[in-house]
């Protein structure tokens, strides 16, 4: 080859290059060149459209790999309880030039919800001011966290395709640690399938986060309403079998049962951010239900009956088997009352818990009564408790006290009557004999 030639072929090579970089730089300049002189214009567009203020830090318009407009740094509504670190809209660009416009794609990363958020969707206008038509076919969230009263949701990414009216279509919710996937697909009937799954999971309520080994679910979402007839899992050690529905069509109501097996109790009420009084493990068959004007008050306004038995466990802080024999019932904190087994129906009244039919039984012990812990967890009841002795068991009626962190157990006043007359009578054996008579005095019903 030629000196020219070389020189040629390295002219053209060197020419193709510079201009590879100059259209690489003519197609990055909307990346560095910031909109910001349409700044004030789009925010006060959007506050009229949602009714809210609107701020945005910067705006941009890219090129590659689709033409789209990105906005930054985005707060909404007063004292900002939404904001989006960064929000891009993707067009059909042939749409720009007809009256109805048609929006391909929504994604925003960084999306911060607060409570006061949803308030704000009361105040949304109903119809689009300038009365043009928009349509969104796809919405993407990444990073989303949701902080409510009565929710603690950990980050999650959404994706929805959307129909007519914005109605979804299909939705795929995933949290950030992949601890929870819930799908959306439409039914002919103008229903949702709604599925879930979970491995390594709490669920997000305040109230009760509790911890799922794993989780399944299945139902459909129609209109306002959510139905799970079937939810399996696996908590603490124990299985899970139930059903829920929640419908907030017409205020906010939600509902279901729940059959657990050998959950242990010691994690459970340690989640719930209960003392540990009780260990073992936990079967149970409850029904719930609660109804409220918003979901914030859903908690306050749950009931909940239930069968429960809890088995090889004990109650930690008090040696009921002492209780025959401490005069006068000066019972004394400490220790725990080992049981086999132990029975009660629960009900659950918001905050309130009542226990009644209690039976717990152990080769040494037999214990039946009530018992109530009431919303500010003070701890009332009364228990007829036999304990073993020659010759058969020797019974004491017990009142309840205290709260449920810090109980206190003592004999009830006709047994402390019983009691004195016992210890005139015949001292020492007397004492015993007479706590027991002195339980004509109160209404314990032992256990049978």
């Known amino acids: 080859m030629s000196a020219f030639s070389r020189f040629t072929r390295g002219k053209w090579s060197w020419l193709a290059a510079v201009g590879s970089v100059l259209v690489a730089v003519a197609l990055a300049v909307p990346y560095a060149v910031p909109l910001d002189d349409y700044i004030p214009e789009v925010m006060d567009v959007a506050a009229q459209r949602i009714g809210q203020p609107v701020t945005l830090q910067g705006m941009r318009l890219h090129i590659l790999p689709t033409p789209r407009v990105a906005l930054y740094g985005i707060k909404v509504g007063r004292g900002a309880p939404l904001t989006i670190d960064e929000l891009r809209v993707v ?7 007809g009256e109805h416009k048609v929006i391909r794609l929504v994604s925003a990363d960084g999306v911060r919800v607060r409570q006061a958020a949803l308030a704000m969707l009361n105040g949304m206008p109903k119809s689009n001011p300038a009365g043009a038509q928009v349509s969104v076919r796809r919405i993407d969230l990444r990073n989303v966290s949701f902080d409510y009263r009565i929710l603690n949701v950990p980050p999650f990414d959404l994706s929805v ?7 979804p279509r299909r939705a795929l919710l995933r949290t950030v640690d992949d601890a929870l996937e819930a799908r959306l697909a439409p039914e002919g009937d103008g229903s949702a399938r709604v599925t879930l799954g979970a491995r390594g999971w709490r669920l997000p309520l305040r109230v009760a986060p509790l911890s799922f080994e794993s989780l399944e679910a299945s139902g459909t979402l129609r209109g306002g309403r959510l139905a799970l007839p079937k939810v399996t899992g696996r908590l603490y050690g124990g299985k899970l079998a139930g059903s829920f529905f929640m419908d907030w069509s017409k205020g906010w109501r939600l509902g279901g049962r729940a059959d657990v097996t050998r959950v242990q109790l010691v994690p459970l009420l340690k ?5 540990a009084r009780l260990s073992g493990r936990l079967n149970a068959r409850a029904v719930f239900s609660a109804r409220a004007g918003a979901a914030a008050r859903l908690g306050d306004a749950l009931v909940l009956d239930s069968a429960a038995a809890v088995q090889g466990g004990a109650w930690h802080g008090i040696d009921l088997a002492r209780a025959a024999e401490m005069p006068l019932g000066n019972l004394a904190e400490g220790g725990e009352t080992p049981f086999e087994t132990l029975r009660a129906i629960v009900a ?3 905050k309130a818990l009542r226990l009644d039919d209690i039976c717990a039984r152990s080769p040494d012990l037999v214990a039946g009564g009530h018992a109530e812990v009431a919303a500010d967890e003070a701890l009332s009841g009364l228990l007829d408790v036999s304990v073993a002795r020659t010759g058969g068991f020797v019974g004491v009626p017990l009142a309840l006290g205290g709260t449920l962190s810090d109980p206190s157990v003592g004999l009830t006043t006709g047994a402390k009557i019983g009691a004195v007359i016992g210890t005139l009578v015949l001292p020492g054996v007397g004492t015993t004999i007479g706590a027991t008579a002195g339980a004509k005095f109160d209404s314990v019903s032992a256990c049978k």
């Not at 067009?91 to 030039?97: G, I, K, Q, T, V």
């Not at 989640?271 to 003392?275: A, I, S, V, W």
Request: charged fraction near 25%; glycine fraction near 14%.
């Open 348 to 350: 659950l009244r918001g």
């Open 271 to 275: 989640d719930l951010g209960k003392p």
């Open 161 to 167: 395709d959307l129909g007519p009216d914005y109605a």
């Open 91 to 97: 067009p059909e660009l042939l749409s720009l030039f």
